[in-house]
């Protein structure tokens, strides 16, 4: 039999590293798929309902959330650029993920971040009682508290040193409170992580099909441009947009509190 030589055993190694990344992103590709289409069915069989967030249907609730799994790919790619957002992330941090639903992102930043404990919120009971068994079966209930808690309602201590904020989710106007309450719970120099939903392309069709799915889940599509001055606003300094390295479809947009 033929010896492996170096560059052999290089390329081995790294097809091997491929297929163990493909398949850690299986459960993002079938959710992925699973919401577009039934997101797609819904809006044939009921274009004209108002955008709000009640689904109801525990195989959309559980591929919406295997889908967001992808952001913590984006957070990571994010922490690589802001070596000060790497450096919270690396150590004990306590992580808020806001909007928690069935608790897959939760899960994933939990393993991301293997010395961090998450703390999820949801005002969507259906949801959490689905978190609560995802999380159970993973065996990261020591890591990964869940809370029924609307945003505008968290307490004004600051205890968290990264917030995830999914702004698809929240209605327009209370955004502004929203982003003064997590800058509330965090530490001194603590970050906001807030996302967007990202077009699949540059394009008009795109941007409009992108805008359409965010109004049905009951947000607005923000832009840099209107989103960065809120963020000053409500206090946070560093501000910025992350051009997006990831394959997830979110922008995320960056603060920090002072300290
Ligand atoms: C679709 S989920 C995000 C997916 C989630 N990352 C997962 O792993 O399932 C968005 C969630 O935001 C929640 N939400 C909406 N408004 C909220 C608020 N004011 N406070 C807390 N959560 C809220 C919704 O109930 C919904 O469950």
Redesign the pocket.
Known sequence: MSRCTPRCARSLRSSSATRRSTRSSRPQIVGLAQTFIAQGAELLADPGRAGA?TQVDARL?QG??RM??G?AGAIRAAAERVPALGDRLAGPAEIL??????????VALARAYTDARVVG????EP?LAL?RANVGAKNLQDRIELRQ????CLDPTPVFDVAWL?LP??PAE?VPP?LAAVHGSLKPGGWLIAGTFAAAGPDRLSELLMDLRTVR??GKPWTAADLLPLLDVAGYQDTQPIPRTWAAPVHLFLGRRAG
């Open positions: 967030w609730l919406i959330g967001s799994m952001i993920d806001v909007g928690t639903g069935v608790g897959w992102l939760a919120i949801d005002i969507f949801a978190a808690q609307n945003v505008l999914a989710f929240l209370i929203a889940s009951g």
